[in-house]
């Protein structure tokens, strides 16, 4: 393409879109809507994603010795216990640092607890961390087949719930997320429908004196990825100061909940509306302009 008739297109693109603005705005408003709804399940998703990481890292599963190990007979399971693949994190746990561990959660039996340092019935443990949540239930089976090992805490029952609440949110907010990019899709198809409907007959005449199909098509298209782009620098800097507003909120009501930083997902949600605002943008034009072509 030469870089005169580049010029042309974008020239005829915007003088179409400030001769009619009226339809332009309705364009860009439904871009910009449908991707500040977008970004909103997408942030919801990415926050929930982080709380569930903030559980899991958290998640801990306790292998106990058996009660009559010596503590070299308990520190020599360390070399069975680091054999199984799935484990990210490995502390031996002494029986005094489990003693003392138990005072510092229950601090209103201190008195009686201190009796208990010359005879201390607790065991020695390994506190351990996985890579994957959903590998706690065959982790602690790994274990508890360790000759030493006399049982494994573990609540699997937990972090099931917590994979299916990860799991079932995702999937919602990704059926969302693309029933709004289709809607994005259909609506931008019937706004530019109305605007091209309008000049059908200058793409008419346009077509009997020999333009070229590309020649007719591409100020349109290039007019549906400006409002794409101009949808999606409007909708990012609308996401951001309503993010930052809501995770005030946030942070105020319920200190104890982790908000992700807008600056750490900023590069993300551009690139999710940038990408989507030029895919929509210029699919629904060049969807939309096909049937105005066959003159």
């Known amino acids: 393409m030469r870089l005169y008739n580049l010029s042309y297109f974008i020239r005829e693109s915007f003088e179409s879109i400030f001769k009619h603005r009226f339809m332009s705005f309705a364009a860009l ?3 910009t809507a449908c991707l500040l709804l977008m970004g909103s399940f997408t942030l919801v998703v990415v926050n929930i994603e982080n709380m569930l990481k903030d559980i899991e890292d958290k998640n801990e599963i306790i292998a106990y010795v058996k009660l009559d190990y010596t503590y070299d007979q308990a520190t020599a399971l360390e070399g069975k216990i680091r054999e199984i693949d799935d484990i990210s994190e490995l502390e031996f746990i002494t029986k005094e640092r489990a003693l003392q561990d138990f005072k510092e959660k229950k601090k209103e039996l201190k008195d009686l607890l201190d009796y208990i340092d010359e005879d201390n019935p607790l065991r020695y ?3 351990l961390k996985i890579h ?4 706690t239930e065959t982790v602690a089976r790994k274990l508890g087949r360790i000759e030493g090992i006399d049982k494994v805490g573990a609540r699997s029952d937990i972090t099931d719930r917590i994979i299916r609440v990860r799991d079932v949110v995702t999937a919602i907010c990704v059926v969302l997320i693309a029933i709004l990019f289709l809607v994005s899709i259909f609506i931008i198809s019937n706004t530019v429908n109305l605007t091209i409907f309008n000049r059908r007959e200058e793409i008419a005449i346009m077509k009997m004196v020999g333009a070229t199909d590309g020649f007719v ?7 549906g990825l400006i409002l794409g782009i101009g949808g999606a620098v409007l909708s990012l800097l609308l996401q951001w100061g309503i993010y930052e507003y809501i995770a005030s909120l946030v942070a105020k009501s319920i200190p104890f909940f982790s908000i992700i930083s807008f600056s750490d997902i900023l590069h993300r949600l551009a690139l999710i509306f940038f990408g989507t605002g030029i895919l929509v943008g210029g699919l629904g034009s060049a969807i939309t302009l096909r049937k105005f072509l066959k003159v």
């Open 29 to 31: 408003s439904v871009i």
């Open 125 to 127: 443990r390994y506190r």
């Open 132 to 135: 994957d949540i959903r590998d």
């Open 217 to 223: 098509r591409f100020p349109f298209i290039i007019e």
